[in-house]
């Protein structure tokens, strides 16, 4: 829209006050208030009469009075055949972009009620959001209305049945007689919009729900990317468009609106199973919409050029409208995106890594590796939009690893079927995303999905947002029992020689998460993690923190403000851990140092000589009190049952176990400073940001101190890669 704009103040059909409060319309000599969002389409709407359809600002008239009775009423735009604008040939009604659709269909009533109304005949009507076109040809002596795939350029006879042909600009005057037009790029807040504003034509009407009409739009969006990426000869029609039935084929309006909503559903089904046959796994079911349904969702989509939008536009725009999406439906809470960035850009990840996210949920994470691999792509070959050899070169660099080294898993079926359109519409990376529990073992994700890629010790790099605060029950996934942090191993201040481990009744699923996490990735393969802060800080965790420092050499700990997941409904205080995962000799040789460790102090501390001296002590004690050695005025079992005793004997047993907590304490201690002098000592990268660019609200505070952090963990994180 802007871009139109533009031109038309660089040819001077209209301005701007200084503060672009006001829109002046030259020829018309009006000016008009523009902050209000209709009269933005209205702006839109004459220049491309002017620019695109040739007529002549002469011709065409603004804010005409029509009379309709007693009333006064007033069209937005007349095109007029002749200079002195007696002779009316195209209404035009022009509706704000947020219009509902059953304001938009009372618009169309409106237009041909001004149509009508007119002394002198109109012959074609456009009703118009901007986002949203319907055009009709009129015939008031016969008192009918025929759809029509657009109005006529200026100078043009005859419509053709369709609008939309591929490079229409390609096209010499003779061979576009027929009002032929190329589909068009757009930006990602108009390509939101239509997202959002197809969404809501779908279930307002209450036949969908917003989930179903979610899934339903999801579809025909992939029937979009897979008809733009057809193989056509310049001048050809694409076939996710409306296709207009002439009148002399079918006299009646609704049995022809009829045809032409079936012959387009019939068309959007064959695009449909054509892109599944090449990914079945995108989706599972059938489109389940009506004709009159595709129609409303292919009327917003079909003049735009998703193939050739800029792809971080076209990415960001379905991402807004997903993330709002689920946020509002499911509770979900995506990874907001500059911490996505900050995790991806400081890991070493090259066109030939292997990476998954075994969370992936919109597939944040694998898209922005995905931009860091074609950036790579971009300066090994700066000529690729030129030069053809280095343009092959380029796309298999890229497309190579989206398509091969690129995986994923999310839980939720809908979701999933999200990351995957996200994937394609960045122009690939879906394949390996799939429908699963990211907990279960590659035995049992092939079996599901078929899909032999998720093998363990495979990925060089996991990047990664597990789900926080839920927990894993051993009476309903059996799988709990397979996870060494699924079971409690015996405390290294046991004093009954207990040697069984047992199996946990439950887990969190982040801390499950982090071990899934080490059994997918190869020795040497990074790990970053986005934790809630109870996993580094709980004194009842550390035997995460323990296995954490076994598993993986801790690189770096990166703290999040609290209002990180503020503004997507959550307020868990997070980090993000990037960790490097040892070998199994290394984990295995650590293991037994700290072993030995524990025996030789508690040999030192005489522990267990100790615990035993005092267990005796005790027992004399009580022994002592009950009388067992002198004659007492009552018996045992009624001095047990006096207050005094229960007391003394509470009082005793808190006296000894306070001894041995502070035995133990001192041996913790010992243990500590023990494991910093004879285990491998090596640096930490340790940073805190107050600041990541946006608020609590979500909104931006233009300060991102995860750049700077960003940059510092970047060359640490090289410096420590080849040592």
Request: aromatic share 12%; net charge negative; proline share 3%.
């Amino acid at each position: 829209m802007e871009d139109i704009i533009n031109i038309g103040l660089e040819m001077g059909f209209i301005s701007f006050d200084e503060e672009r409060k006001t829109i002046y319309y030259i020829h018309q000599n009006k000016k008009r208030n523009y902050n209000n969002p209709e009269e933005k389409v209205q702006a839109e709407t004459f220049l491309k009469l002017v620019l695109q359809y040739g007529y002549s600002p002469q011709r065409i008239q603004q804010f005409v009075t029509v009379k309709m009775g007693s009333e006064s009423k007033e069209a937005d735009i007349i095109v007029y055949n002749d200079d002195e604008c007696t002779q009316p040939h195209i209404l035009v009604e022009c509706k704000k972009q947020e219009v509902s659709e059953q304001e938009f269909l009372q618009a169309i009533e409106q237009s041909y009620s001004y149509a009508y109304a007119l002394p002198n005949d109109v012959k074609y009507v456009w009703i118009t959001s901007g986002l949203k076109d319907e055009y009709y040809e009129v015939d008031k002596k016969k008192n009918t209305r025929v759809s029509q795939p657009d109005i006529p350029r200026f100078g043009v006879k005859k419509l053709a049945n369709y609008k939309f042909v591929y490079e229409a600009e390609t096209l010499s005057v003779e061979d576009n007689k027929q009002n032929y037009f190329s589909i068009s790029v757009i930006g990602q807040d108009e390509l939101t919009r239509r997202f959002k504003q197809a969404h809501d034509a779908l279930w307002a009407g209450g036949q969908l729900n917003p989930s179903e009409a979610f899934d339903e739009l999801d579809k025909l969006i992939f029937c979009k990317i897979w008809d733009e990426r057809k193989d056509r000869k310049p001048g050809q029609p694409y076939d996710f468009q409306i296709i207009t039935v002439d009148s002399e084929d079918e006299p009646d309006p609704a049995k022809r609106r009829r045809m032409e909503n079936e012959n387009l559903m019939q068309r959007v089904k064959a695009l449909y199973e054509e892109g599944r046959k090449r990914d079945a796994e995108v989706f599972r079911d059938d489109i389940r919409l009506t004709a009159e349904k595709i129609r409303t969702v292919v009327g917003y989509l079909e003049k735009i050029n998703l193939s050739e939008t800029d792809l971080d536009s076209k990415g960001r725009a379905f991402e807004t409208f997903m993330d709002s999406f689920f946020r509002g439906n499911f509770g979900q809470y995506f990874t907001p995106r500059p911490i996505v960035k900050f995790a991806t850009d400081v890991l070493p990840v090259k066109n030939d890594s292997l990476v998954l996210d075994t969370s992936c949920g919109s597939g944040g994470f694998l898209l922005y590796c995905l931009d860091k691999v074609r950036k790579q792509a971009d300066a090994l070959y700066p000529k690729h939009k030129t030069d053809p050899k280095q343009q092959l070169k380029h796309y298999k660099f890229w497309h190579d690893f989206a398509e091969k080294n690129l995986y994923g898993i999310e839980i939720n079926e809908q979701i999933s079927r999200a990351a995957k359109m996200n994937m394609i519409l960045h122009d690939d990376g879906h394949t390996n995303v799939i429908t699963a529990d990211g907990l279960l073992n590659p035995s049992e994700i092939e079996k599901l999905t078929k899909n032999t890629g998720f093998q363990y010790n495979r990925f060089n790099f996991i990047i990664t947002n597990p789900p926080f605060g839920s927990s894993i029950r051993k009476s309903e996934k059996a799988y709990l029992g397979s996870y060494d942090f699924g079971k409690k191993d015996p405390d290294w201040f046991d004093t009954k020689g207990k040697t069984i481990i047992e199996k946990r009744e439950n887990q969190s699923t982040e801390i499950l998460f982090i071990e899934q996490c080490h059994n997918f990735l190869a020795e040497g393969g990074y790990l970053g993690i986005v934790l809630p802060d109870g996993i580094l800080t709980n004194s009842s965790l550390q035997y995460v923190r323990d296995g954490i420092e076994d598993k993986f050499r801790i690189v770096a700990v990166v703290s999040m403000p609290q209002t990180a997941f503020s503004a997507t409904g959550a307020g868990v205080k997070s980090s993000v851990l990037f960790l490097k995962k040892y070998s199994n000799a290394h984990t295995e040789k650590l293991s037994n140092q700290k072993a030995a460790i524990q025996i030789r102090l508690k040999e030192q501390f005489n522990y267990h000589g100790q615990l035993e001296a005092w267990e005796k002590e005790k027992a004399k004690k009580l022994k002592e009190l009950t009388g067992l050695e002198y004659s007492a005025a009552i018996s045992v079992a009624e001095l047990k049952k006096t207050e005094d005793y229960k007391v003394w004997k509470d009082e005793l047993n808190a006296f000894y176990t306070e001894k041995v907590n502070d035995l133990k304490e001192q041996l913790q201690e010992a243990y500590q400073q023990a494991k910093q002098r004879e285990l491998p000592d090596y640096p930490i990268f340790m940073a805190i940001a107050d600041d990541i660019g946006y608020d609590a609200t979500g909104k931006p505070t233009n300060n991102n101190e995860l750049d700077v952090i960003g940059e510092e963990l970047t060359k640490f994180i090289e410096s420590i890669e080849y040592v």
